[in-house]
C-alpha cells in the first residue's frame, strides 16, 4: 500500500531554511506529491505540490529525488508563523485518493 | 468566493443519535471528499465523489453514509452515533485531475457521549 513516512517533530531557528523530508518509496508513476500544513483546530493549508519537477512557489520549494522515492519541502526563510504540522501526501491518480502520513510538528525558535 | 462551508462546526451528539454534517463548495469542483482525524494522527478518507450521482468508499467507510446529488453539495450521514466516530470531520473538494490543489472546510467538531 501506498504510504509516506515523515520524522515527528523538526527544530528551526526563525530566519534561517527549513528543510522537511519525506519518504515515500511505494510512489506510483502518475501519483503527485502534495505538501499540506496545519495549524491548530485549522483546516489543512495547501502548500505546494509537484509530480516529477522541482517546484517553486511564494511559499516553499519542492525537491522530488530523481526516482520520486523521496521528496523535500523546503521553507527558505522559516518564520514564527510558519510552525505547524506539514503533512507529505500522495495524491493516486488511480482512484483520487490522498494518502496522509502523520506529519512532521515544525517548531520555530524565535 | 466562499470555497468549502462546513456545518456544524461543533455537535455534541448522544450514542445511537443520527446526524448528518453538510459541504457545499462553490468552485464547480468535481471531486469532492471526507476526512476524519483523531488526536495526533492525519487525516483519513470516509467517503469520496468524483461527480454528480457518483460515491465511493474511502479507507474508514463503516457508520457513515454520502450521496452527491448536485456538485456543489456533499453532505455526510452518520447513521448510528458511536463514541468512536468522535473526531474532527473535514471536507475537501478539488478538479478531478489529481495534480490540483485541493481546498479544505474549517473543520467540523463531533462528540458523542
Known amino acids: 500500500d501506498a504510504k509516506t513516512t515523515q520524522p515527528n517533530s523538526m527544530e528551526s531557528n526563525e530566519e534561517e531554511p527549513v528543510h522537511l523530508p519525506c519518504n515515500h518509496s511505494?510512489?506510483?508513476?502518475?501519483?503527485?506529491i502534495h505538501w499540506y500544513r496545519q495549524l491548530p483546530s485549522q483546516g489543512p493549508e495547501y502548500v505546494i505540490h509537484?509530480?516529477?519537477?522541482?517546484v517553486n512557489n511564494r511559499m516553499a520549494s519542492l525537491a522530488i529525488a530523481e526516482d520520486r522515492k523521496s521528496s523535500t519541502l523546503i521553507l527558505h526563510r522559516a518564520t514564527l508563523r510558519d510552525a505547524a504540522v506539514y503533512y507529505c501526501?500522495?495524491?493516486?491518480?488511480?482512484?483520487?485518493?490522498?494518502?496522509w502520513g502523520a506529519g512532521t510538528k515544525l517548531i520555530i525558535k524565535p | 468566493n466562499a470555497g468549502v462551508t462546513q456545518t456544524p462546526k461543533f455537535q455534541v451528539l448522544k450514542t445511537g443519535q443520527s446526524m448528518t454534517l453538510q459541504c457545499a463548495q462553490d468552485m464547480n469542483h468535481e471531486y469532492m471528499s471526507w476526512y476524519r482525524q483523531d488526536p495526533g494522527m492525519g487525516l483519513r478518507l470516509i467517503h469520496y465523489?468524483?461527480?454528480?450521482?457518483?460515491?465511493d468508499q474511502g479507507e474508514v467507510p463503516n457508520g457513515y453514509n454520502v450521496s452527491r446529488s448536485t456538485t456543489e453539495d456533499f453532505p455526510l450521514r452518520l447513521l448510528s452515533a458511536a463514541p468512536s466516530q468522535t473526531s474532527v470531520y473535514f471536507c475537501?473538494?478539488?478538479?478531478?485531475?489529481?495534480?490540483?490543489?485541493?481546498?479544505f472546510g474549517e473543520g467540523s467538531w463531533l462528540t458523542v457521549v
Open positions: 501526501i500522495l495524491f493516486m491518480d488511480s482512484n483520487y485518493q490522498l494518502i
Open positions: 511505494t510512489i506510483s508513476g502518475t501519483d503527485y
Open positions: 509537484g509530480l516529477t519537477s522541482n
Open positions: 475537501a473538494s478539488s478538479p478531478r485531475v489529481s495534480g490540483n490543489t485541493i481546498y
Open positions: 465523489s468524483v461527480g454528480a450521482g457518483i460515491t
